[in-house]
Nanobody, 114 residues
């Protein structure tokens, strides 16, 4: 069973870069056909897919966030990371990492505020 756990700061100041890490257990992030995503949910709004890194290392991003987002991976630690640059209060959300649609982390709350 794949398990995911998000980690990172709960508070980020405007204009800074948000960095979150997803630690995976129960499967290797290089396993064929696995798809590792970052998804967020702002308060009172729906889920927003941000981007993903697949088993081969290729990445894809939401067009609306592409200019500010980077997703990378550390295969030695079985982790993948999200960086969101130039954050604003509108980036306040619960951030989730997920594999496909079936396995999600519990989410981590991020507040962007000075």
């Amino acid at each position: 069973q794949v398990q995911l756990q998000e980690s990172g700061p709960g508070l980020v100041k405007p204009s800074q870069t948000l960095s979150l890490t997803c630690t995976v257990s129960g499967a290797s992030i290089t396993t064929n056909y696995y798809y590792w995503s970052w998804i967020r949910q702002p308060p009172g709004k729906g889920l927003e897919w941000m981007g993903a890194v697949v088993y081969s290392g290729s990445t894809s991003y939401s067009p609306s966030l592409k200019s500010r987002t980077s997703i990378s991976r550390d295969t030695s630690k079985n982790q993948f990371t999200l960086q969101l640059r130039s954050v604003t209060p509108e980036d306040t959300a619960v951030y989730y990492c997920a594999e496909g649609v079936a396995s999600w982390g519990e989410g981590t709350q991020v507040l962007v505020s000075s």
